[in-house]
């Protein structure tokens, strides 16, 4: 009989039970196991899912084993091992735990729309298990001592959370952060988000530096000159409501300016949230001139146009705005053919009493972390637009390499962060794990229902 005695044993643990599953002439009656670890460590087997892993190129019926927060193995018919926890996936899909790069959580400064714990949540039964957080709170990330404070209260809640960092002190676009310091600090990237970079020579060097770090700088493109309301687009719909609003040339003249610069500098740079079907079009003619360009769809743009304004008033109401059918199918096909990479939720809660106000003053933004993969399922999977795969494509890996993230993928060794969801269940959104509810999409029957989400090997949602 062999024995396995030891305190720190992890490893040969790991090669017993590797042998115990392919092997038939061990059993585990004849191992004795004698180490403590057994209790402090998670061990999990998930079985009969359909597994889907764009990193790998993975999609098959497997079963998964996860132990001590990372995967262990996956394959065909795994044995069960004593402490291990069970769940079966049948009619499921196992997908990497979704990332998204662009949330904003209101903390600190306007914790009565969301905050940390709230966000977290919300992120967790969307099937999200990394996020990244804009800088754009109150006071800004702008310091060492504002995102470190802010990282370390981040890193107390069940998924991932990584914060962004501002490119301008109080977001002022006049004075550049300390980039190398913020970065050595642990930011995954820098935007001003919100607010656009006006001064093109100052945004030239920002995009310097962040090359110099080897870390995204992600550009919120609306050039106020053009704009006298913003979050409507100035079209048939603003029309209707009799106001101006907001032309696309505000965003397109921006993503122009800002592709060269991209070209220039060398730098990651990220179109956030594009609304434009000439501002795709822009990103694709420079992607191939070989600027290293990024851009982030949001579900909103690829399934609303702007005369969801007229239906849902404020709660259709966002920056940049939503445009025509035109630009709706634009930044489809430019998800379709790669330009646009990562599909990002731009997640901006606001409270009932700010959305009830009168559209000209209301605040710009919807929730979108618990419809996310829904929306995406249902506006671009069934109709045939993209597969299964490239849309978890968008949602994993693509962020996961941008942003350099230890997760996105499914492998031995990787992060045990998942999701598990059946793509053909139909469901209402009614209620939010958000502090808010400021989405027009509650009460559209959607597809895709996220059942279970796991993070470094723990259940942090269920269905």
Known sequence: MF????????????IFHSIIHNSSQIRYTDITYNYDFLQEDLFMLIKNGYI???????AEFADLQISDGKIFSIGQHLSVSPSEEIIDASGLTIAPGLIDTHVHFRDPGFTYKE??????SASAAGGFTSVICMANTSPVVDSVSVFSGLAAREKEEAIHIYQAAAVSHDLKGTELTDMKALAAAGACGFTDDGIPLKDAAFLLKAMELAAQLNLPISLHEEDPSFIEINGINHGAASDFLGIYGSPSIAEESLVARD????????????????SSGTSVELVRTFKALGAKLHAEATPHHFTLTDEAVIKYGSLAKMNPPLRTEKDRLAIIQGLCDGTIDI?????APHSAEEKSRPIPSAPSGIIGLETSLALGITSLVRPGHLTLNQLLEKMTVNPAHLYHLPSGKLEPGAPADLVLFDPNEKWIPTEYHSKSCNSPFTGWELYGKVKRTICAGKTVYTD
């Open 3 to 14: 024995q396995i005695d030891c305190l720190n044993g992890k490893l040969l643990f790991f």
């Open 52 to 58: 889907i892993d764009p990193a790998s190129g993975r």
């Open 115 to 120: 905050d940390i714990h709230t966000g977290a």
């Open 259 to 274: 592709c060269m610069l991209a070209l220039k500098s060398g730098a990651d740079v990220v179109i956030q949230h594009i």
């Open 343 to 347: 599909i990002a939720t731009d997640h």
